[in-house]
T-cell receptor
Framework: DADVTQTPRNRITKTGKRIMLECSQT?????MYWYRQDPGLGLRLIYY???????NKGEISDGYSVSRQAQAKFSLSLESAIPNQTALYFC?????????????FGDGTRLSIL | KQEVTQIPAALSVPEGENLVLNCSFT??????LQWFRQDPGKGLTSLLL?????REQTSGRLNASLDKSSGRSTLYIAASQPGDSATYLC??????????FGEGTQLTVNP
């Protein structure tokens, strides 16, 4: 089984719909992240969480919200989807800085908003 | 503001060549620098991680170096193979293990 699992893998929906992307991990890491990837822009950080009670905005949080339901689960919501939120979304986990361990990424969710 | 720049943006080489991918970053206050590969439509696979106190890391045919003073990292791939074809990313980690990415180098190794 994958260390970081994202569901769904693909989603097509319409403008204005509410969407939730889910992420679960078996790494036992406290830190979890949501990134989006757009052609020509690389990956950008949306939100991150250092533990269950901690939520922080990243570079591009507008239009998104997150919930950290448990150490192993971190979900990303689009309250009212718009076409420019069409992108590839990645969830990642990490151990504390200095641990020498790389971040672990899920396989991504490809989201298309029509 | 592009904090991480990767050069070249794309590279096509014949199989067997040794090659170097370059990464530069504007802020030398990094905690570590990681090299990942990404296959089309896939997630990111970690290749090497260099802590800020280290200068290089090696794994098989891959060697990555880090020069914090000049804000540069290089990934050296020896004896390239078609299976090395992918996009290579070199995000730098700031506090909290947050990664800042450039656009990557798209590598094609031709048989």
């Amino acid at each position: 089984d994958a260390d970081v699992t994202q569901t769904p893998r693909n989603r097509i929906t319409k403008t204005g719909k509410r969407i939730m992307l889910e992420c679960s991990q078996t790494k036992g890491h406290d830190r979890m992240y949501w990134y989006r990837q757009d052609p020509g822009l690389g990956l950008r950080l949306i939100y991150y969480s250092f533990d269950v009670k901690d939520i922080n905005k990243g570079e591009i949080s507008d239009g998104y919200s997150v919930s950290r339901q448990a150490q192993a689960k971190f979900s990303l919501s689009l309250e009212s989807a718009i076409p420019n939120q069409t992108a590839l979304y990645f969830c990642a986990t990490s151990a504390p800085t200095g641990s020498g361990e790389p971040q672990h990424f899920g396989d991504g969710t490809r989201l298309s908003i029509l | 503001k592009q904090e991480v720049t990767q050069i070249p943006a794309a590279l096509s080489v014949p199989e067997g060549e040794n090659l170097v991918l370059n990464c530069s970053f504007t802020d030398s206050a990094i905690y570590n620098l990681q090299w990942f590969r990404q296959d089309p439509g896939k997630g990111l696979t970690s290749l090497l991680l260099i802590q800020s106190s280290q200068r290089e890391q090696t794994s098989g045919r891959l060697n990555a170096s880090l020069d914090k003073s000049s804000g540069r990292s290089t990934l050296y791939i020896a004896a390239s193979q078609p299976g090395d074809s992918a996009t290579y990313l070199c995000p730098r980690a700031t506090s909290g293990s947050r990664l800042t990415f450039g656009e990557g180098t798209q590598l094609t190794v031709n048989p």
